[in-house]
């Protein structure tokens, strides 16, 4: 049985929701490229994330990110992981409904925490309390993940191959985004 992409799909979610893991998978099991914001991001600027958000801001940040949203929009159907910031900027989502398809990772945010708590390299959870810090950029932001086009939920129990069969479900609701083909 192979599928058949029509638009790029756009993984989005918390920080540790599994849209880089998840969206790298996904492709595979598609037969399709797969791309990550920010890889592109941080392979232009030649510097890591905590780098440029130090060095030139998370204003800075942001626009590069829009840049290269933008134009990995343009890549054709694929599957395209954003950071977790991306998709709260109004022209951000703008340009994924013209272009193709959301699907928000839904995590609670003990999973999350589980899930980032081990690695550094999120500066926006470099502060006194990152577990609050956490629980806050959550509540924050669902409204706006919530309008994503289609969500899964993220849950423990859910292994990245369990993650990757269920965002396949839901694509294949959507025909005019994914087919199964043969
Ligand atoms: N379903 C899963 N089961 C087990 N581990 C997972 C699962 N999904 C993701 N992970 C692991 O959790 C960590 C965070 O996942 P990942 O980097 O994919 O998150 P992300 O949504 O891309 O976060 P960011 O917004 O910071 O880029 C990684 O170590 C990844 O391997
Ligand atoms: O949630 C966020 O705002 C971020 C998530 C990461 O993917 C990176 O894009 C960066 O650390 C910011
Ligand atoms: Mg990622």
Redesign the pocket.
């Known amino acids: 049985m192979g599928y058949g992409l029509k638009k790029p799909v756009v993984?989005v979610?918390?920080?540790?929701?599994?849209?880089?893991?998840?969206?790298q998978a996904l492709a595979r099991r598609l037969g399709v490229a797969f791309v990550?914001s920010?890889d592109e991001i941080v392979r232009a600027a030649a510097m890591s994330i905590p780098e440029i958000f130090e060095r030139d801001g998370e204003a800075f940040f942001r626009d590069r990110e829009g840049e290269v949203l933008a134009r990995l929009l343009q890549g054709g159907p694929r599957i395209l992981?954003?950071?977790?910031g991306a998709y709260l900027a109004p022209a951000n989502r703008e340009a994924i409904s013209a272009a193709g398809v959301a699907v928000w990772?839904r995590a609670d945010p003990d999973l999350l925490w589980e899930?980032?708590r081990r690695?550094n390299?999120?500066p926006l959870l470099r502060t006194p309390d990152p577990r609050a810090t956490l629980n806050t950029l959550c509540a924050a932001r669902e409204p706006d993940y919530a309008k994503a086009d289609l969500v899964v939920d993220?849950k423990?129990r859910?292994?990245?191959a369990?993650?990757t069969g269920r965002v396949i479900e839901v694509l294949l609701t959507r025909p005019d985004v994914l087919e199964e083909t043969g």
């Open positions: 993984m979610g918390m920080m540790g929701a599994g849209k880089t893991a998840v969206g990550d920010d992981s954003t950071g977790g990772l899930r980032v690695k390299t999120r993220a423990a859910y292994s990245i369990d993650m």
